[in-house]
């Protein structure tokens, strides 16, 4: 007897054949999946306690957004057409600098909304402040049902990159401060939620953490058993300011302080050398892709099709609302595949098939979890999401792969299960009040834009 059923569905497996099931079905029971094959015959098989019709649905694993900002989803659209540096200094840190830790449970809710009602199961939080209340974040997370890394900022200085001394006063931790909480915040909530919660370190760019920090973390990593994450040369400013402090690379000054290993994800990585893109792969350190976030803010062009030629383990990520302005891993794909086919003038450069496997099986991976999500095959944990393909614009359904990636969008999601719980049905999430939570996060967010005395409006006039 299983607990769900899901039957007549096209089932994109992600298994090590990468097989696609044709009237396909998916047994689970409790957390785990235990059964993947031809409807005909698990019907035979396995009676369930519910059980899902997925007539021209298509089930594939949770998607795994490997670089998230939970505290920007309030300020979306508040920093547009600007690069990084300005939209740091003069936009987001600003903005975020005077957040109450109430504002950080409210965005972090929001952006939770968003990503269950586009697919994505599983994330990975790159930098959570004091400001924002890990608690009350770890707390949400908890009620959302979904799976996630939470990474506590790490930090004892307040530049980035070239520019000394720009961080807003409202974003700056002292090293002690920092480094006491995320230990703290690992002994409190890793593997909490039933295992659904890890707490992970998440060091600031070269700018705002000292060498010597950066090998304490990388220590206590080793010591606590946890992984780290943090932003690798997403603008040639990273570059220029390690050549000019340290005269390395980036990737050779990650290696010096103890940061490159199969526990570490670096996000973005856009500039980097031949040299260092074999470096990771010879460390067996991962990567996560941002395309929107890079075109967005003319930060450059990740090298991923070497990386991935390399050996690395590339995932994506969808980064934060005013750099993307998105959480929707769905959009992420096309934008991954058509980025780089248009960069290299190749179409066969990146095919549908592998961004597909760097929103699953690599962003598996790359958290240390490829033993447990990422793909449909028994033993793993039930984390399936299923797509509406009773569509106009995914009519008719030549090949499932392609339209996902080419023509789905999040809002074609209508079903999400997490660790064996359906946590959205017909769009509707089970886990939060989203009338509530759309209604909160409007006012806090206008009231974050006065706090830093920021007016937001378009170019053209408002009547």
Known sequence: ??????????????????????????????????????????????????VLDASRTVVIPGLIDCHVHLAQALIRGCADDVSLVGWLRDRVWPLQGGYTKEDGRISALLCMLEMIKSGTTCFVESMLHTR????????????????????????????????????????????????????????????????????????????????????????LAKEHHTGITMHQAEVREDVQYTMKEFNTLPVEFAKSVGLLGSNVLLAHAVWLTPKEIRMLAESDTSVCHCPASNMKLASGIARVPEMLKAGVTVSLGCDGGPSNNCYD??????????LHKVHSLDPSVLHAETVIE?????????????????????????????????????TPMHNPVSHLVYAANGSDVHTVIIDGKIVMENREVKTMDESWVLEEAEERGLAVAQRANITIKPKWPLQ
């Open 358 to 394: 760097m929103a699953t099986i690599n962003g598996a991976k790359s958290i240390g979890l490829g033993n447990e999500i990422g793909s449909i095959v028994p033993g793993r944990k039930a984390d399936i999401i299923l797509l509406d393909f009773k569509k106009p614009h995914l």
């Open 132 to 219: 924002y209340g890990f608690d009350g974040v770890a707390e949400v997370v908890k009620q959302s049902g979904m799976r996630a890394i939470l990474s506590k900022s790490v930090m004892d200085m307040a530049g980035y990159a070239t520019e000394k001394g720009i961080m807003h006063e409202g974003m700056i931790e002292t090293k002690e401060h920092s480094l006491n909480e995320a230990v703290q915040m690992i002994r409190k909530w890793d593997g909490k939620a039933d295992g659904r919660i890890h707490v992970w370190f998440g060091p600031r760019t070269p700018g705002a953490c000292s060498p010597e920090l950066y090998r304490e973390v990388s220590q």
């Open 329 to 338: 891993m769905i959009r992420e794909m096309k934008l991954a595949a058509l």
């Open 1 to 50: 007897m299983a607990s769900l059923l899901i039957k007549h569905g096209t089932v994109m497996t992600m298994d090590a054949q990468r097989r696609v099931i044709v009237d396909g079905s998916v047994a689970v029971e409790g957390d785990k999946i235990v059964a993947v094959g031809k409807t005909k015959e698990l019907r035979r098989e396995y009676s369930a306690e519910r």
